[in-house]
């Protein structure tokens, strides 16, 4: 099972960027794929999740309604649409596959090896 992300890079506060994550050696059907962030100094967060049965999808508060989060089952792809990204979004970005769209990250079995998105003007 093998999970990348890639899409991150620089921006400018009030810009937008789409992260994708690949999914390979896994039916992404039955997994829920979360959007994970680390900050420097800071603990890993769940910024969202999309379920696999029911494509449900959750957020944290503090990026609902700039972030967006989809799949593509048959491509086996899912992304992470950012707009308006502040400086507060700067951050190593991860996706990760679970059996449910948990908050603990323990429940989640696949990580991909991350990206960068870095907002600053």
């Known amino acids: 099972v093998q999970l990348q992300a890639s899409g991150g890079g620089l921006v400018q506060p009030g810009s937008s960027l789409r992260l994708s994550c690949a999914a390979s050696?896994?039916?992404?059907?039955?997994?829920?794929i979360g959007w994970f962030r680390q900050a420097p100094g800071k603990e890993r967060e769940r910024v969202s999740c999309?379920?696999?049965?029911?494509?449900?999808?959750y957020y944290a508060d503090s990026v609902k309604g700039r972030f967006t989060t989809s799949r593509d089952n048959a491509k086996k792809m899912v992304y992470l649409q950012m707009n308006s990204l502040k400086p507060e979004d700067t951050a190593v970005y991860y996706c990760?596959?679970?059996?449910?769209?948990?908050?603990?990250?323990?429940?989640?079995?696949?990580w991909g090896q991350g990206t960068l998105v870095t907002v600053s003007s």
């Open positions: 990760a596959a679970g059996r449910l769209c948990t908050l603990n990250q323990i429940n989640y079995d696949y």
């Open positions: 050696g896994l039916t992404l059907d039955y997994y829920g």
């Open positions: 999309i379920s696999g049965r029911t494509g449900s999808t």
